[in-house]
């Protein structure tokens, strides 16, 4: 689909580690049984697949990037390739598990017609991802950033940030049921500088520009998010929202 974003596992662990760190909550609304049978949808790293190992869990993950699979294959897990929005699974899951990850599935439908196709029924999707207006300052100074340059910045936007009404009504029409769904700011300290981030999650955006040009499209993107997003202790924190839901499949 002509998407960009690449994950160096390594630069993932450096710049991005809080991703997982704060993934706990959706791992207890998701409340795993020992014996369970759960996918992993856009297992990353492995990071939370392990743990949902760890508590008695069968767990298969599936991730599009191969360099992220190969790090959650070193840490001994069952993780494969594979597209989020065109899942091979039938009927074979007790849960669909998934931590900030679906907001990069830009198709969604697809998405949730995959993740029902792989339940059990009664099987249960329970999730976290970016929310309405989720990273919306960053967004903002992205997007602006481009078309300073003649640039199509909105065209370059590679997330899908919904709100509650909106997901749950995909939901219901992919035949589910929500039990719970709730937009929660978030606002997260970032391990390091908003660089970082930049470098790690806006691949989108640079690959717009000469690979020239790109230190100094960062550079003028944090200047403009420094009054913004940076206290006076040189902290950087993002504007995160995330959307957070538990839904049955309704048969």
Aim: charged share 25%; net charge negative.
């Amino acid at each position: 689909m002509g998407n960009p974003q690449s994950w160096d596992p390594e630069r993932y662990a450096r710049n991005a580690r809080f991703v997982s760190d704060l993934g706990m909550p959706v791992v207890e609304l998701l409340a795993p049984q020992p014996g369970e049978r759960i996918l992993d949808l856009g297992c990353g790293d492995g990071a939370l697949t392990a743990k949902l190992v760890t508590m008695g869990c069968e767990v298969v993950g599936v991730d599009s990037s191969e360099p992220q699979i190969r790090g959650a294959r070193s840490l001994g897990l069952d993780a494969h390739v594979m597209d989020g929005h065109a899942l091979t699974f039938s009927g074979e899951f007790d849960a669909v598990f998934s931590n900030a990850a679906l907001h990069w599935m830009r198709r969604a439908d697809e998405v949730i017609a995959g993740v029902h196709r792989a339940l059990r029924p009664r099987g249960r999707f329970v999730a976290e991802m970016g929310g309405h207006r989720c990273v919306h300052k960053i967004r903002t100074a992205l997007v602006d950033a481009l078309s300073r340059r003649g640039l199509d910045g909105e065209g370059a936007v590679p997330w899908y940030f919904p709100t509650p009404e909106e997901y749950s009504q995909r939901l219901n029409k992919g035949g589910f049921n929500v039990k719970y769904i709730a937009l929660i700011p978030r606002p997260t300290p970032l391990p390091g500088d908003v660089s970082g981030w930049l470098e790690t999650f806006a691949e989108n955006f640079l690959s717009k520009l000469a690979p020239a040009e790109r230190l100094a499209f960062i550079a003028e993107v944090r200047e403009v998010l420094r009054p913004q997003l940076c206290d006076a202790d040189g902290k950087w924190i993002a504007d995160y929202t995330r959307l957070r839901f538990a839904a049955d499949r309704a048969d």
